[in-house]
Structures are given as structure tokens and as C-alpha cells.
């Protein structure tokens, strides 16, 4: 029954996540016709300032409380504080490194923009605590309102904005009053009379302490390739890669990271049984790489046919930067798995651990790929690194919960299999079809039906069902 309240939990987040990611979908579409690369470029370079302050300051009150066994006003009022505090720094630490960042880049419109960016995680921070609740009980129905209403005025707004002659402006109106509708929302969801107090912040300062240690690095490893893009190549070039980056993530962003959300309060509820814990895993593991390796894989070999078609021919020289990009994000949801389990059993080191790993990795192999080829260098770099760390996620989920490589390998095997199966079909009737000529519409819609098809027929062959009953929901394997 747990299991079946955590994957209806995972359905309503990801939904919220993909109906959010429709609508962030079609206003790049909207902004990608009108504005140009540069546009994307320069509001690119100003957002990689606010979000690396974000990260390095983002708390996570949330899973903090998921784990407590229970939680009263007290808990709540500590965390609105905390959030509060945090949005405090976020506006002192943005607005002074706001003119130096500007001056170093060469470009004044920076500090503006800047500055009105900053807005979106200040107003985020004060979401109201007493979401937590519908988190704590697998319901995350308020979640997809909570999200649904912010996209898609965040999306009116900003459709006016680029169509009333606004340009880049239009960018930033999406990504602050998003956040801002957001925690308006919140409250009407979830009331709460806020409240200063920190009387309870030792229930979660040790964990919130690691998590913040892991995020500072983290920011970095996410927004390293857009400051060194930055600093040594044109906003176009910037634009190009840092549009192509976003679109690559959006199966892990959309899907995965959601879905695994409500998977974590489970893993929360069987922490004390490591046998049972293991094997939800494995579960959690396989289910998350079923889901998005056909898809990043897909999306590198159709990337020339989706770039023109959605983003209009001044994007084709983004395909083939999107055609590596989505190759290296194939080992992340692993990475999120294992960042799910840690969590739910207060080992956030590992995240920590991980997060340093990458970030000394990165440092070497990012610089070294923009020397050789530039952005297709970087690109290049990045699918390298994901491999590498791949190797670290084996190993640390091995320590964590006595899991074997072999059997974490062995759990994965047919997925992997199957995905060459699809990539195999789709290389072959790509080739077929080239001489044809047909419109990019056409080619899509029956290149990624026969991928599926190729993909879906392996893993039925191999033995791979999902079962559905009253109240059961399961991956399963009959082989």
C-alpha cells in the first residue's frame, strides 16, 4: 500500500512537472522565434549568477521535515525563519556581487537584470511551510496546483511582454513571477499564520549543514560550463548552449526528479529495514533508467529534426551541442535515486561527497574541451564526466547499501540492452529515410513511434512488465 500511495504521488508530481514543463516549453517556443540567441545568451549569463547564490543557499526545510516523525506550529514557524533569513542573504549577496559580475563580463545591462532575477528565490524562500504536510502524506495534488498556476501566469506575462517589443526583459519576467505566483499560491493552499521563531532548528541543523556544503558544490558543477562559456565566447555561442543545455534536462527535470520525490518519503518509512531498503532501490534504480535512457537517447539522434522544427532554423546550429548534451544526462537519474535514498537515511556526506568528486573532475575536463573544439569540446567533456561519475554513483551506492556492482549492473542490463535496440532502429530508418525528403514533422512523429515501438517490443520480450491492480502498481520481471 506504501508503495502504491508513493507512486501515485510520483503520478501527480510528475504531471505537475510535465504539464509545468509543456507550458515552460511552449514559451521558449514563443521566445526562441522572436528573440535571438544573444537575447538567450545574455540572460543565460545573469541567471547563472542568481542561481549559483540560490543553490549555494537553497535549505532543504522540506526534506528536513519529511524525515521527522512529527511535526508541530513550532517546526513551521522555524522554517518560514530560516526561509526568510535565506531570502535576506539571497537579495545582500546578489545585489553586491551584481556590479563586479557586470564589469567583468563587459557588460552593464548585467546589473539590472541582475538584480530583478534575484527576485524569483527571494520569493520563493517564503513559500509557505505548511506545504510540507501534503509531502509527509504522499499527496502532492497541491503540489501540481501549486506549480501549474505559477507557470502558466509566469507564461501569459511573459508572452506579452516579447510580443509588446520587451526582449530578454521577457526571459526574466518568466523566471521571477514564476516563483512569485508560486508562494502566493502557497498560502491559499496551505494557510499558515507566519511567525518568527528558531526554537526548533536543531531537529535538522546537522542535516541542513552537509545538504548546504553539498549544494555550494553543486551550483558550481551545474553553472561551471555557462561562466566559462561566458567569459571566453560570444552571447550567441552562450545562447545556443545554454538553450540546448535546458532542453537536454528535461527528461531527468520533468519525470524523473519529481517522480522521485514521494519515493523518497517512502524510503523515509523503511529506513530501519536495509533489506527492504536495498531492494526498493534497485526498484526506484531501474524504474528511473527505464524511463529516461530511450528518452535522452532519442532526443541525440532526432536532435537536428526537433531544434529546427521547434526553435526555427536561426537554432539549427544548437542541434548537434543538444545531440551530445542529452547523451551526458543519461546517468543522472541514478545519481537522483541515490540522492533520494541518502537523504531518506541522513547520509547527505554522500552527496557532498559525490558533488566534490564532480566538481574536481569538471574543473579538469571542461577547460581542457573548450581548448580543443570550443563548445562541441565542452559538450564532449560533459558526456565524459557523466560516464565517470557513473562509476562513482556504483561505488557509493555499494557502501551505502551493500549492493554489488554486478548486481547493480545486472539490474540494469535489459534496459541498456533495449536502448541499443531503439538507437539501432532509429540509426537505420534515419538512414532510409534521408533520401525521402519528407517534412521534418513527418519524420519525427515516425522515427520516435518506431523507437518506441523497438524499445517497448525488447523489454516485453525481455521478460519486462509492468503489472497494474487494485491498489499494486509494479515493475516487474518474468525472465
Known amino acids: 500500500m506504501l508503495a502504491f500511495k508513493a507512486i501515485q504521488g510520483a503520478g501527480w508530481l510528475v504531471f505537475s512537472r510535465f504539464v509545468g514543463r509543456i507550458i ?19 540572460a543565460a549569463l545573469a541567471t547563472s549568477l542568481v542561481v549559483i547564490v540560490n543553490t549555494v ?32 542573504l539571497i537579495a545582500v549577496i546578489v545585489l553586491a556581487a551584481a556590479w563586479p559580475f557586470a564589469f567583468f ?7 539590472p537584470l541582475v538584480a530583478v532575477l534575484a527576485l524569483g528565490p527571494i520569493s520563493r524562500g517564503l513559500v509557505s511551510p505548511a506545504m510540507v504536510q501534503f509531502a509527509r502524506e504522499l499527496g502532492f495534488r497541491q503540489t501540481f496546483i501549486l506549480e501549474f498556476s505559477g507557470k502558466l501566469i509566469a507564461s501569459i506575462i511573459a508572452t506579452l511582454i516579447v510580443l509588446s517589443g520587451g526582449a530578454y526583459w521577457a526571459i526574466v519576467a518568466n523566471f521571477v513571477i514564476a516563483s512569485a505566483a508560486s508562494s502566493i499560491v502557497s498560502y491559499v493552499l496551505a494557510p499558515y499564520r507566519p511567525a518568527l521563531s528558531l526554537s526548533r532548528l536543531t531537529d535538522f541543523a546537522g542535516f541542513i549543514g552537509w545538504f548546504s556544503s553539498a549544494q555550494l558544490i553543486s551550483a558550481l558543477n551545474w553553472q561551471f560550463d555557462r561562466f566559462l562559456i561566458g567569459s571566453l565566447a560570444d552571447r550567441s ?37 536495509r533489506v527492504r531498503t536495498k531492494f526498493a532501490f534497485l526498484k526506484a534504480a531501474r524504474f528511473a533508467m527505464l524511463i529516461s535512457v530511450p528518452v535522452c537517447i ?10 529546427v522544427l521547434l526553435l526555427g532554423q536561426k ?57 580543443l573544439d570550443s563548445i562541441m569540446g565542452v559538450s564532449v567533456a560533459r558526456i565524459v564526466l557523466s560516464s565517470l561519475m557513473f562509476a562513482f554513483y556504483l561505488g557509493e551506492t555499494r557502501s551505502l547499501l551493500a549492493l554489488g556492482i554486478g548486481e547493480q549492473l545486472g539490474n540494469l542490463w535489459k534496459v541498456a540492452f533495449a536502448s541499443a535496440v531503439m538507437a539501432i532502429s532509429v540509426l537505420f530508418l534515419r538512414e532510409g529515410l534521408a533520401a525521402q525528403q519528407l ?20 523489454l516485453l520480450l525481455l521478460g519486462i512488465r509492468l503489472i497494474a491492480g487494485r491498489g499494486h502498481l509494479e515493475l516487474v520481471d518474468r525472465s
Open 105 to 111: 563580463n563587459h557588460e552593464a545591462m548585467l546589473l
Open 439 to 458: 517534412h521534418p514533422v513527418v519524420e519525427l512523429a515516425f522515427v520516435a513511434t518506431m523507437g518506441a515501438a523497438a524499445y517497448t517490443g525488447t
Open 24 to 42: 515552460d516549453f511552449f514559451t521558449l517556443l514563443v521566445l526562441a522565434r522572436i528573440l535571438s540567441p544573444a537575447d538567450f545568451g545574455l
Open 57 to 88: 543557499l537553497e535549505i532543504p526545510v522540506t526534506q528536513a521535515l519529511v524525515r521527522l516523525p512529527a511535526i508541530d506550529k513550532s517546526h513551521l514557524d522555524t522554517a518560514f525563519t530560516v526561509g526568510l533569513i535565506r531570502s535576506a
Open 298 to 307: 532519442g532526443m541525440s539522434l532526432t536532435a537536428d529534426l526537433a531544434t
Open 315 to 371: 537554432w539549427s546550429e544548437a542541434a548537434p551541442i543538444l545531440s551530445l548534451l542529452a547523451l551526458s544526462v543519461v546517468p543522472i537519474p541514478y545519481f537522483q535515486t541515490l540522492y533520494s535514498v541518502s537523504l531518506a537515511l541522513d547520509r547527505p556526506v554522500i552527496i557532498f561527497r559525490l558533488n566534490a568528486v564532480d566538481l574536481g573532475i569538471r574543473l579538469m575536463l571542461l577547460p581542457l574541451g573548450f581548448y
Open 237 to 273: 555561442t552562450l545562447g545556443r548552449y545554454a538553450v540546448a543545455s535546458d532542453v537536454s534536462v528535461i527528461p531527468t527535470q520533468s519525470i524523473i526528479g519529481p517522480a522521485l520525490q514521494p519515493v523518497m518519503a517512502a524510503f523515509s518509512q523503511i529506513s530501519h529495514d
